[in-house]
């Protein structure tokens, strides 16, 4: 029969992905840019940590002192019921105590809600005293609103990595270490913008499972049972380790069968 010459055929060797032209250098550009998108939610989630640990050292061993000048910007969100503020990016000067140096510094800060008629105190680390934050700061506990915009900037390249490992071939490796190919009905096809989705069910599968391939691509079609009455196509599958079905392009230019390799394949099924 030709479904058992067509398993017959099948090299017995593992197989590894073919190495299609500029498919290692769209790899890595496209986990650059996953690398690129994550950037600033690892910012945020930093700064976040940074500025909550700042806080409890200042709360635990900081010095208060007066600042001497204040200069910057305030930001406020227009609603319907009057403007909302935001806060306040500030340069402040401030000195620190004598039995600290006694030096005039600089640094930026930040200050929430609106902008005060007076500058309120610094609180500096006296073991570094660039490390200063205004006294409301120091006080107020981190924002949920902080971590909320943290996690919703994680998003993006959670998505884009998620992508990243769909578009790759990893279950097509894991299928061609150890080839276990079988022939299988395809039930139904649902043709997408970049591939065409292929429902088959293995041999004592439960229900059809999903195997795509690109849309330039073709499945390797073989002739159906003798006993088979049904309408479907039948075509060549490899299982992964898990039963889920790979499908094989009707060039077999996914592996790296040898030419050898592909005219025993087609012979089989179609001589």
């Not at 403007?83 to 600290?100: A, K, Q, S, V």
């Amino acid at each position: 029969m030709v479904h058992s010459r067509v398993v017959a055929a099948f090299p017995k060797r593992a197989l590894k992905p073919a190495t299609l032209p500029g498919h290692a250098r769209k790899r890595l550009l496209g986990l650059l840019i996953v690398l690129l998108l994550a950037l600033p939610s690892a910012y945020m989630f930093f700064k976040v940590q940074r500025e909550g640990a700042l806080r409890s050292d200042l709360r635990a061993n900081g010095v208060e002192t007066a600042v001497l000048n204040s200069e910057g910007s305030c930001v406020s969100r227009r609603q319907i019921t009057g403007d909302e503020p935001l806060g306040c990016n500030l340069t402040i000067t401030y000195r620190t105590r004598p039995e600290h140096g006694g030096e005039e510094r600089t640094a930026r800060v930040r200050l929430d809600d609106a902008e005060p008629a007076f500058t309120p105190p610094a609180i500096y680390d006296p073991a570094d005293p660039w490390r200063v934050m205004l006294k409301p700061d120091v006080e107020r506990d981190a924002e949920p609103d902080e971590f909320v915009l943290a996690f919703v900037l994680l998003l993006l390249p959670a998505g884009a990595l998620l992508l990243w490992f769909v578009a790759g071939n990893g279950r097509l490796a894991r299928a061609g270490r150890s080839p276990n190919p079988v022939l299988v009905p395809i039930e139904r096809v649902v043709p997408q913008q970049r591939w065409t989705e292929y429902w088959v069910r293995p041999p004592g599968a439960g229900k059809a499972m999903r195997a795509p391939l690109l849309t330039a691509q073709r499945p390797f079609l073989v002739r159906a049972p003798d006993n088979e009455t049904g309408a479907n196509a039948w075509a060549l599958v490899l299982l992964d380790p898990k039963g889920r079905p790979v499908m094989m392009d009707g060039d077999l230019t996914l592996l790296d069968f040898t030419g050898d390799e592909r005219s025993a394949l087609r012979s089989a099924a179609y001589g």
